[in-house]
Structure formats: C-alpha cells, structure tokens
Nanobody, 126 residues
C-alpha cells in the first residue's frame, strides 16, 4: 500500500518561500503520479500542482503559476513543491496524493487520487 508523508510546512511571512516534501513509502514509479492539494478553513480542497514519475503531466493552478515549482528525487521517492513569493491567500493545509492520473490533461480532482497524506500546515502572514 502506498503511504505518503508531507513535511516542510510552517509559518512564513508574505514574500517568503517554503519547500514542501511528499515522501512515498512505496513508490510505484511507472504507475503513480502525485498531486498537491490545499484546503483553507471553510473552503473546498483544491488542486495546486501535479507531476508524474517521468516528469510529465506537470500542471499548476492558475493562482500559483510562476511562483510554485515541482521537482522530485526518484531514489528518495520524494516529490517537492517549491513555493516562492508566498501570499496570505496561500495559507492552507497542503496535502499530497498519489493515483493513476497519467492520462489526465489537467489538474486532477481530489476524488481522482487514491492515496493521501495527512497534510502539513502552511501559514503566510502579511
């Protein structure tokens, strides 16, 4: 069973940066893509970014384009979400999720991912 653990969240001032990590306990390289989602209090969970193991299917929400980037360390089974120029509106719990979403040509919806981490809190102060 694929298990995911996020880390790297915390408090940061507006304009600052954070790098979130998503480590998979079992990384099925050929089958599973990883999506990053976030959920702010009182709001629905929204897709932020997505990447497949070969680096393809790289998508970002419009609200984070130009500020967030993705990278991965295949040997460490880890996907990174680099977040720059953070804004108070980026405050949320950030989740990573894995699923067979290679065929999607867009950010996945939450129900399209099968495995989820517990999330990491990101708080951006103005």
């Amino acid at each position: 069973q694929v298990q995911l653990v996020e880390s790297g969240g915390g408090p940061v001032q507006a304009g600052g940066s954070l790098r979130l990590s998503c480590k998979a306990s079992e990384y099925i390289y050929e089958d599973f893509c990883v999506g990053w989602f976030r959920q702010a209090p009182g709001k629905e969970r929204e897709g932020v970014a997505h990447i497949c193991p070969d680096g393809s299917r790289r998508y970002f929400a419009d609200s984070v384009k130009g500020r967030f980037t993705l990278s991965q360390d295949k040997r460490a089974h880890t996907v990174y979400l680099q977040m720059n120029n953070l804004k108070p509106d980026d405050t949320a719990v950030y989740f990573c999720a894995a699923g067979k979403t290679r065929l999607l040509a867009r950010l996945p919806k939450p129900y399209e991912l099968n495995y989820w981490g517990l999330g990491t809190q990101v708080t951006v102060s103005s």
